[in-house]
């Protein structure tokens, strides 16, 4: 990856446009006027640990208004398996209403991405939380704050 270059992957689009179909609606993401683009309600992203590597091999963070900072996925096909469990993305920092239900057509998604049969959302996550501390240490790193 050249430095500076910031593509997000066109399967990471193709999982959004999947979980707007299954549920009518981002729960935890909203429009954002200026743009025409969903931008999230919080701040998950890509955390780029490693510059000479893939967005794709980054891990996807959030870091919410109210101090929340978690990993949710340690890479791009993580993140897959968590929306084809039936997982957005804030679910894993706030709580899911109810017992989410795999997605079908997101499972499929995830096989063809990463070429694996299946990766359950408990596996997903708790791969992620093994990230946090490093990720609250390089937050803290680099946030200035006033006394």
């Known amino acids: 990856m050249i430095d500076g270059d910031r593509t997000l992957p066109a399967v990471l689009e193709q999982a959004h446009r999947y979980w707007l179909a299954e549920f009518q609606h981002w729960h935890d993401f909203e429009p954002d006027d200026m743009s025409g683009v969903t931008v999230p309600a919080g701040w998950p992203g890509f955390w780029i640990r490693q510059p000479d590597a893939g967005v794709e091999d980054q891990p996807i963070v959030f870091l919410g208004s109210e101090g929340e900072i978690a990993v949710i996925a340690q890479n791009l096909g993580d993140y897959l398996w968590l929306l084809a469990g039936g997982?957005?993305?804030?679910?894993?920092?706030?709580?899911?209403?109810?017992?989410?239900?795999?997605?079908?057509?997101?499972?499929?998604?995830?096989?063809?991405?990463?070429?694996?049969?299946?990766?359950?959302?408990?596996?997903?996550?708790?791969?992620?939380?093994?990230?946090?501390?490093?990720?609250t240490a390089f937050i803290e790193s680099v946030c200035r704050y006033a006394d």
């Not at 057509?105 to 939380?129: C, F, H, K, M, S």
């Open 87 to 135: 997982v957005g993305p804030l679910e894993p920092i706030h709580g899911s209403e109810g017992d989410p239900k795999p997605i079908p057509i997101l499972i499929t998604l995830a096989q063809q991405y990463t070429g694996i049969a299946e990766r359950p959302v408990e596996a997903v996550l708790a791969t992620a939380r093994t990230r946090v501390p490093e990720l």
